[in-house]
């Protein structure tokens, strides 16, 4: 079962990226009404959850600047930002790095028990696979935001 999951977090990670680069960047920063966020926001939540989801998962050393965690944590707004966020092309940038990462998973990774079980509210993930897989779906749900923002941004 291990080979489907790491197949879907590549082609989610293609689409993920293809739709983004046709996105104008003008619209990266615009928040519309009724969304908490922008879709600047939301990919660069998709880009440092994917890299912690990795580290907690795999052993993994992160791979995006510190600023990211300010700027894209769960609970964080660009209305709190005191920092010039990354633009459009480096965020691309950094999706396609993490694609590159992902061919390199294993089906043994994934079966890996994690050193201590990740919990989240009343979920709990104890292995590699269950958390990975998890971060499929996350980042499934905010590619769906961006779909959503960049409908009504326009």
Known sequence: MSQP???TSQVLRQ??????QAIDE????????????TIRWN??????????????SFGLPSSVP?????????????????MTPPSKEELVGMLGTQLDGLSE???????????SPFI????????????FNFALVHEAIHLGTITSLLKTAK
Do not use: C
Request: charged fraction near 15%.
């Open 66 to 82: 510190d600023s990211y965690g300010t700027l894209f944590s769960s609970g964080t707004k660009p209305a709190d930002w005191e």
């Open 120 to 131: 989240m509210g009343s979920f709990r993930f104890d292995t590699a696979g269950e958390l």
């Open 15 to 20: 689409i993920a990226i293809g739709h983004i």
């Open 43 to 56: 990919v660069g939540h998709i880009v440092y959850w994917l890299d912690r989801y990795a580290s907690m």
């Open 26 to 37: 003008s619209l990266f920063a615009r928040q519309p009404a009724g969304f908490n966020n």
């Open 5 to 7: 999951v790491l197949h």
């Open 105 to 115: 998973l294993t089906g043994a990774m994934l079966e890996q028990q994690l050193d």
